[in-house]
């Protein structure tokens, strides 16, 4: 049979394509912009016919129909990464919450939690009947590998991307048509302090450097500090609009990696049409499974690798909580350590941890002498490196916690440094 015949055979509706999913399947969702959309409407405008089904996602950007109050009759959602979308539910009981490192969940995928249903988002085929996974390989495509069925929206606008970023047709059991536009994330609002944060953090940063950058205000106000930098590099679990902008600028050229050299490596994209303009058929950008793109013994092999990610308090230890606040579930724990990690164990090597001094419009400091009570330990005082907020550069790694607890309260907001004082010469009996 011909490719074309192959294609033609598999479409279905997306009415089709939902009645191909059974009460008490598992089904991963593609990630993050690259989330497909019309097979999930069809399932929630006929609810009344399933029962436990399981919806495994990361960052959900959609509306997350299935996980609304009245959906857990017929939907169970399990957050691997708790999403605006997904907050409410986790947190009042309607969703569950799994805990892992980004680079581990393919391998859940293949023993812990196997995938009975992926239902992906694609390009359309090339000549050669390969789709690619587009804006999201990262667990996508390990979850299409994994699966007993694979329903596809094709989106004749999906980028096409390089890398190991294809599926066969012939490995996809159903197909629904699309010509929606991708998800699209807007660049965030870039303030004062997050302009000072970001040049503290580009201080940091030397010639011919690799990059991680994270999601949000702070990794894209570092970028506005790196145009007299030269043979930037990336390797980073996503990008956004932000790193296009010194690639044209002759800024990020790859040049200088000792892995990948003249590639940009990520495993997902965030970011507007711009982005997906630039990466479309753009042999300098490679998308790889999460597993490799964010293991630390890969990380690790590309000299000068800073990571840089953000926070949501840092105690006098320098132990770092990102993914709670308090007992509330606010995101997870990404690529944060993969990342921390591999950049520790590089040679100049650096992970900065990032974060403005207060929250709440100045009201709550977000360097504490203890975390708050029911907070996750997202990242452990043994990983962090540097801490950096609007008020300077904290180095921790290396000291003992009488100085890592000076530094920190260092670079703290003036309104909270004094109680912070009284804590520290409270804890370690000693004046500050």
């Given amino acids: 049979m011909k490719l074309e015949e192959i294609y033609k055979s598999k ?240 800024v990020i050229t790859n040049k200088a990696k000792t892995i990948h050299p003249g590639k940009i490596v990520v495993t997902f994209l965030m970011g507007t049409q711009r982005l997906y303009d630039f990466v479309n058929d753009n042999p300098m950008v490679e998308m790889y499974s999460v597993d490799y793109v964010n293991d630390p013994s890969v990380i690790m092999k590309n000299s000068k690798m800073i990571s840089i990610n953000s926070c949501v308090q840092v105690d006098l230890m320098g132990q770092v909580a990102s993914e709670t606040v308090g007992l509330k579930q606010i995101s997870g724990v990404g690529g944060q350590v993969d990342f921390v990690r591999g950049s520790n164990m590089c040679i100049n090597g650096k992970s900065i941890m990032a974060m403005s001094s207060t929250a709440a419009h100045g009201k709550i400091s977000k360097i504490v002498s203890l975390l708050d009570e029911g907070s996750v330990v997202t990242t452990g005082r043994n990983d962090v490196n540097y801490v950096v907020t609007e008020y300077g550069i904290a180095k921790l790694k290396g000291k003992n916690l009488k100085d890592r607890a000076r530094a920190l309260i260092g670079i703290s907001h003036p309104d909270f440094k004094d109680g912070l004082v009284l804590k520290f010469e409270k804890r370690f009996n000693c004046l500050f």
């Fill in 11 to 250: 479409i279905v509706t997306p009415e089709q394509a939902a009645e191909k999913i059974k009460s008490g399947n598992r089904i991963v969702v593609g990630h993050a912009c690259g989330e497909p959309t019309e097979v999930i409407a069809a399932m929630v405008a006929n609810c009344e016919v399933y029962k436990d089904v399981e919806f495994v996602h990361m960052v959900a950007m959609s509306k997350s129909e299935y996980a609304k109050p009245g959906m857990e009759k017929y939907f169970r959602h399990n957050s691997l990464f708790v999403g605006a979308s997904t907050r409410d539910a986790v947190n009042s009981g309607r969703a569950d919450f799994t805990p892992c490192y980004f680079s581990e969940v393919p391998a859940l995928f293949k023993e812990d939690l196997p995938v009975d249903v992926a239902l992906i988002q694609v390009s359309k085929p090339d000549e050669h009947g390969f789709c690619s996974f587009g804006v999201s390989n990262d667990y996508t495509k390990p979850a299409a590998k994994y699966a007993k069925l694979v329903i596809a929206e094709v989106n004749n606008r999906m980028p096409r991307t390089m890398g190991d970023s294809f599926i066969h047709v012939s490995e996809i059991d159903y197909i629904v048509e699309s010509n929606h536009q991708i998800i699209e994330l807007k660049p965030p609002k870039i303030g004062d302090v997050e302009k000072a944060i970001g040049k503290h953090c580009a201080s940091l940063i030397e010639d011919g450097s690799t990059l991680q950058l994270g999601i949000g205000a702070i990794p894209d106000a570092v970028l506005l500090f790196l145009k007299d930098k030269k043979d930037l590099g990336i390797h980073s679990e996503m990008i956004s609009d932000g790193v296009v902008e010194l690639v044209e600028a002759g």
